[in-house]
T-cell receptor
Framework: GAGVSQSPSNKVTEKGKDVELRCDPI?????LYWYRQSLGQGLEFLIY????????KSGLPSDRFSAERTGGSVSTLTIQRTQQEDSAVYLC??????????FGPGTRLTVL | LAKTTQPISMDSYEGQEVNITCSHN???????ITWYQQFPSQGPRFIIQ???TKVTNEVASLFIPADRKSSTLSLPRVSLSDTAVYYC???????????FGSGTRLSIRP
């Protein structure tokens, strides 16, 4: 079946604008993860969903970041008042409980 | 949360066996050890997971000593296409927070 998809693949925005990133997980996967990866760096955990709930939001870097998941499926990551340091690739992954994570291709965000 | 330590980079040649060791001194009883591979401009891809002793699949082997404070990913007869970043993760699969770390950048030469 289809893998994890993310949209847009690339997003260029101006400092101070809000952006919304979308993740469509693999059908049936109850767990969904968001990560951020800066150029040449490792992955930074942002948030994890089990179903529609997010038990741990402590990975979100600031209150400008928020995420939601509806219907146990699609998730959106919203960044308000974007800053240049928000520029990175945002990766989404999904899994069954206790299963391996399957990653999407990522959204490359550039804040000018 | 168990922290992992891996070499920043490694170099090898085609046809060689490559072993990447990861240290995780604070591993908890319930933690599994998982390795992912990431190519440029792609998301990470699962390679192998284990709890103790040895696990082998069609891609790699994972060796875990009895104290579980380290693990070694073994890639047999590497090729140029194995050039990638390899991440060692320690945790419970459904844990709320997964720490990937900086990974090991493996470069394979002809």
């Amino acid at each position: 079946g289809a893998g994890v998809s993310q949209s847009p693949s690339n997003k260029v925005t101006e400092k101070g604008k809000d952006v919304e990133l979308r993740c469509d997980p693999i059908s049936g996967h109850t767990a969904l993860y968001w990560y951020r990866q800066s150029l040449g760096q490792g992955l930074e955990f942002l948030i994890y969903f089990q179903g529609n709930s997010a038990p741990d939001k402590s990975g979100l870097p600031s209150d400008r970041f928020s995420a939601e998941r509806t219907g146990g499926s699609v998730s959106t990551l919203t960044i308000q008042r974007t800053q240049q340091e928000d520029s990175a690739v945002y990766l989404c992954a999904s899994s069954y409980p206790e299963g391996e994570q399957f990653f999407g291709p990522g959204t490359r965000l550039t804040v000018l | 949360l168990a922290k992992t330590t891996q070499p920043i980079s490694m170099d090898s040649y085609e046809g060689q066996e490559v072993n990447i060791t990861c240290s995780h001194n604070n591993i908890a009883t319930n933690d599994y050890i998982t390795w992912y591979q990431q190519f440029p401009s792609q998301g990470p891809r699962f390679i192998i997971q284990g709890y103790k002793t040895k696990v082998t699949n069609e891609v790699a082997s994972l060796f875990i000593p009895a104290d579980r404070k380290s693990s070694t990913l073994s890639l047999p007869r590497v090729s140029l296409s194995d050039t990638a970043v390899y991440y060692c993760l320690v945790g419970y699969s459904s844990a709320s927070k997964i720490i990937f770390g900086s990974g090991t950048r493996l470069s394979i030469r002809p």
